[in-house]
């Protein structure tokens, strides 16, 4: 594993540092930069890793560097480290949504590796969702390392183009949140018909952990066949189902994972 400096002490850059030092990266190779000293001190703290205020000097550390900062601000942040530090045979991973690689690579001013990566929230947890997309100046050497660092906080995937990742999150991009609503519906039902707060909770939480561990656990099986499987006929799981295809809940969910990918085109191309 190569010395990795993360630009932005923000959550996601969070998540992957503590995937690293979890799974036995010794925190000396990694740098955390950060203008204000809160969140970047609580990382290098909790970590024990390298931290500082000054973006170019963790780009002189490291050979891997990734780009956690507001996707707003990240043309700007690049620029400043093209006109201060050699970044030749350095490796540039973004996880800002909305930035293409053409921009970063025009802020870059040269011929760089870059990664552009939609990672999702639950890598926090371990369990995220990554989709990954390389321009060509990245090696294979540099590809087996960024697949190292993903790795650290979920499953990832390589995208075919970087369209790609405008597909991607409407799927596990967005996704968590899709769930969140769900689950809060559900929540919010359970209550209505008699559970406590902390019942329904659980009841909800437990029964979403359940499904989705026996989607991970039977991989041979079909989603459809899962859902099938649990569906005794004239019971109440079809009946419950039966409102659900009634009130169109696939074309419902079709016509938001369509929105999510429109509007994260437009995020890209504004």
């Known amino acids: 594993m190569t010395k990795i400096a993360f630009i932005g002490a923000g959550n996601m850059n969070g998540a992957i540092i503590g995937g690293l030092v979890k799974n036995g990266i ?3 190779n990694i740098i955390v930069s950060n203008p204000s000293p809160e969140k970047r001190v609580a990382l290098a703290e909790k970590y024990n890793i390298l931290h500082t205020a000054d ?6 550390f490291a050979d891997t560097i990734v780009l956690g900062v507001k996707p707003h601000l990240i043309i700007e942040v690049c620029k400043k480290i093209a006109d201060n530090v050699n970044i030749k045979n350095k490796c540039f991973i973004s996880v800002a ?8 690579e025009q802020a870059l001013h040269t011929d760089t590796a870059i990664v552009r990566t939609m990672p999702n929230t639950p890598a926090q947890e371990g369990l995220g969702m990554t989709g990954i997309f390389a321009n060509k100046f990245v090696t294979a050497e540099q590809k087996e390392n960024v697949e190292k660092i993903i790795a650290c906080t979920g499953k990832f995937i390589w995208l075919k183009d970087e369209a790609g990742i405008d597909k991607i999150t409407s799927v596990s991009g967005s996704g968590p949140a899709y769930f969140f609503l769900f689950m809060e519906a559900m929540e919010q039902q359970a209550k ?3 559970f406590s707060a902390e019942e329904s909770r659980l009841l909800v939480q437990q029964t979403a952990l359940g499904a ?5 656990n039977n991989p041979e099986l079909e989603i459809g066949q899962l859902r099938t499987n649990v569906t ?3 019971g109440t799981t ?6 659900f295809t009634e009130g169109k809940l696939p074309e419902l969910v079709a016509t938001a994972m369509n929105a999510a990918v429109k509007r994260a085109q437009a995020l890209a191309h504004s």
């Open 26 to 28: 010794d925190p000396n």
């Open 55 to 60: 973006n170019a000097e963790a780009v002189n």
């Open 97 to 104: 949504a909305g930035c293409l690689l053409s921009n970063i």
């Open 192 to 194: 209505a018909i008699g």
């Open 212 to 216: 989705a561990t026996m989607v991970t």
């Open 232 to 234: 005794s006929k004239g």
């Open 238 to 243: 079809q009946a419950a189902l039966l409102q």
